[in-house]
């Protein structure tokens, strides 16, 4: 037997078979890597157990208030999971198990790690660390912009296959989840990875995908984002050339711009971000899923609904 992280076995119980005493279903829920980081993208695995009296036929679910695009995978269902970047150690998961003749449903908490993140310090013009009342009105309504392209990838197939590579080979110089201090104020949170170049250097596709947006952004600066489907997008921003119009579909590693220092910036560079649904994670975290989804050894624990 696999090792267990919390409870060895998942006894899933419908409200029907309640009432009428039927058999119960089992499950192991898996998420790899065993432990997800908090920010972060993981594999969600559900596989039946031997002792389930039915074939299980679908599931589905959603956790942080985002939907779980589950498909076939080994004799069991995957989907990828977005792990929002709060306090919480642990995230609940809603399942939905399709069994031949009923359905179950389930609350499941999956067990989370903190990431150890850094404090970075910028000197900025004032108005770049306070926006006025007119550019804050600004960012909010692009920010609903781009939040609206990351809701419609959930109605949006699944694009990718194998693993996302580096929109740039340069140097890392920020990464995910870095407190800024501007002017010696903490203001926000870094939620994206920034790669060094000059201005001009090339920025390419980190995974196969439909250009959701083409955008000139107050912060973003000139932004492309892209659709992966099935709830994942990527966006590259502070452009300074824009070498795709919206409905293009890229393949991994094709060229969509150039870095540059448009928008709020104190410099040249690609600032990547990954977000399933509205949730923003770590967009190295895409990159470190180097395989499609497997039988995993992590079990998670179950909550009563």
Do not use: C
Request: hydrophobic share 40%; charged share 20%.
């Amino acid at each position: 037997m696999r090792p267990a992280l919390a409870a060895a076995w998942l006894w899933l119980l419908s409200a029907s078979a309640v009432a009428a005493q039927a058999p119960r279903h089992a499950v192991t829920v898996s998420a790899e890597p065993a432990v997800p980081l908090k920010g972060s993208v993981a594999w969600l695995r559900v596989e039946p157990e031997p002792s389930a009296d039915a074939p299980l036929r679908a599931v589905d679910g959603e956790a942080a208030g985002e939907p779980l695009h589950f498909t076939p995978d080994e004799g069991g269902f995957a989907a990828l999971i977005g792990v929002p970047l709060a306090d919480a150690d642990s995230l609940d998961l809603l399942l939905r198990l399709s069994w031949e003749g009923r359905t179950d449903t389930t609350l499941v908490a999956l067990v989370l790690a903190q990431p150890d993140h850094r404090r970075e310090r910028l000197r900025v013009a004032p108005r770049m660390a306070r926006p006025d009342s007119a550019a804050q009105a600004r960012i909010e309504r692009e920010l609903a912009q781009s939040r609206e392209v990351s809701r419609r990838s959930h109605d949006t197939p699944r694009q990718w296959s194998g693993p996302f590579r580096l929109p740039r080979p340069s140097r890392i110089t920020s990464v995910y989840g870095t407190a800024r201090e501007f002017n010696g104020e903490i203001a926000s949170r870094h939620l994206g990875t920034d790669f060094a170049g000059a201005v001009g250097a090339p920025v390419r596709a980190a995974g196969r995908g439909v250009v959701a947006l083409v955008a000139d952004f107050y912060l973003a600066g000139r932004a492309v984002y892209l659709d992966h489907g099935a709830g994942l997008v990527t966006g590259y921003f502070h452009l300074s050339r824009i070498d795709v119009a919206q409905g293009d579909t890229v393949a991994a590693g094709d060229p969509i711009g150039a870095v540059g220092r448009s928008g709020r910036v104190t410099g040249p560079h690609l600032h990547w971000i990954a977000r399933y649904g509205t949730i923003t994670v770590d967009p190295m975290s895409l990159v470190r899923l180097t395989r499609e989804p497997g039988p995993g050894e992590a079990r998670v624990s179950e909550r009563s609904p």
